[in-house]
């Protein structure tokens, strides 16, 4: 596998020294400062690409150019958004940068109602917790029809839960879920919320498919005669929240995708922690049926539970045999030829992480580092011993 880090740009804690002395050899990154739905410009292009190839590495991924919200609901300008990324794409194709990750989430990217959620051995972790979640939407975001998707336990559990929580516990979690990543959404006021949300009123899982493969017909030609290839991520987590419909979450949405255009441009961003929540995917199963369509690994391990909640565990840990899964990439890569460009995903806060916490959550540098260790020793002996 091509090792990657994600880097968030001149801002970023974690420097392009820091990516390179860990061990990686390429770069994961966007303009995160062009507003979504804008095209970019080739200078500004250039101008990350040479920083990146300036401190000895390549950038391998764009992560990402967002789909701006007006594509997912078919609404206002979103012929002319559609148009801006076309060009995105000739500019990123022009400058030699040619695999990109996008989603189709609505509204909010990953989703967590913890950040800092502290592991027995004091290291911290990502946690989508269940009962926490229908505390949000049932009390701080009052979200009508909300009782209707969850159970009668969780219910009850959130209602006393909710009742016990002081002002800062609440503000926390409205903060945690709420909280947006640089170029995909800004943190977010819960009134700018609720006004987001109320936009998919009405909106099924079919609709938004539609709108989806409606914008990949659109653009999978563009990036198809640009020799760009446009990968997939998977929703996070992988089961409607929010009165939302989540539409890239098991096998069967990922023949729905790969269907909507046959072409090799139209592929997936492979995310072991996202399809890894949803406890009806098998992810070696799933790598070797979608091996010629993912051109991007993201390599992570949750640690599911039996509510629906689960927290981000070590990389070789969690509910998800690893060594299933880099064994299914390895073979998939010799079957292709190729080096898959792979990134650890969300580490923990360990060591330094923990004085220094200037990271963006999940991306903190010694426990990226730590998981793409461990990651690259298991490669090595798999691959050794094929």
């Known amino acids: 596998m091509k090792q990657t880090f994600r880097w968030f740009g001149e801002t970023d804690s974690v420097q392009l020294a820091h990516i390179k002395q860990a061990g990686a050899t390429g770069v994961v990154t966007a303009l995160h400062h062009i507003k979504n739905g804008e095209v970019w410009g080739i200078e500004e292009i250039q101008k990350v690409k040479n920083t990146i190839e300036a401190a000895g ?26 148009e801006n990324y076309k060009q995105s794409i000739k500019n990123v194709a022009a400058c030699g940068v040619k695999n990109i990750c996008y989603n189709f989430m609505p509204v909010l990217d990953w989703t967590r109602t913890q950040l800092f959620w502290t592991l027995p051995n004091g290291a911290t972790a990502l946690r989508f917790d269940k009962v926490e979640m229908a505390v949000f939407e049932m009390y701080l975001m009052e979200r009508k029809g909300a009782e209707n998707d969850y159970t009668a336990e969780v219910l009850a559990k959130a209602e006393t839960y909710f009742k016990q929580m002081s002002s800062e516990e609440k503000k926390r979690l409205s903060d945690c879920i709420l909280k947006g990543l640089p170029g995909t959404v800004d943190d977010l006021s819960m009134d700018e919320f609720k006004a987001m949300i109320a936009q998919y009123d009405g909106y099924s899982h079919q609709d938004l498919k539609n709108n989806l493969s409606f ?83 993201h390599l992570r391990n949750v640690r599911r539970e039996a509510d629906g909640s689960f927290f981000e565990d070590e990389h070789l840990g969690g509910s998800s045999d690893m060594y299933q899964v880099v064994k299914a990439v390895a073979k998939i890569e010799a079957k292709r030829g190729i080096e898959l460009p792979m990134r650890p995903d969300h580490g923990h806060q360990i060591i330094d992480d923990l004085i220094n916490n200037k990271a963006y959550c999940g991306y903190t540098a010694l426990g990226r580092m730590k998981g793409l260790a461990e990651l690259r020793g298991l490669e090595l002996g798999i691959k050794r011993s094929l």
Not at 60 to 81: A, C, M, V
Request: charged share 25%.
């Open 215 to 297: 914008f990949l017909n659109e653009v999978i030609p563009v990036a198809e005669e640009n020799g760009v290839v446009m990968a997939i991520h998977p929703d996070d987590p992988p089961m409607d929240i929010l009165g939302l419909p989540r539409i890239i979450k098991s096998e069967a949405d990922l023949d729905d995708l790969v269907g909507f255009v046959n072409s090799p441009s139209n592929g997936i961003t492979f995310c072991t922690g996202s399809l890894g929540a949803n406890p009806n995917n098998d992810l070696p199963k799933m790598i070797e049926k979608f091996g010629d369509r993912i051109h991007f690994l």
């Open 57 to 82: 590495l390549t950038w391998d991924f764009i992560e990402s150019i967002p789909i701006h919200e007006n594509i997912k609901l078919q609404k206002g300008d979103y012929l002319q958004r559609i």
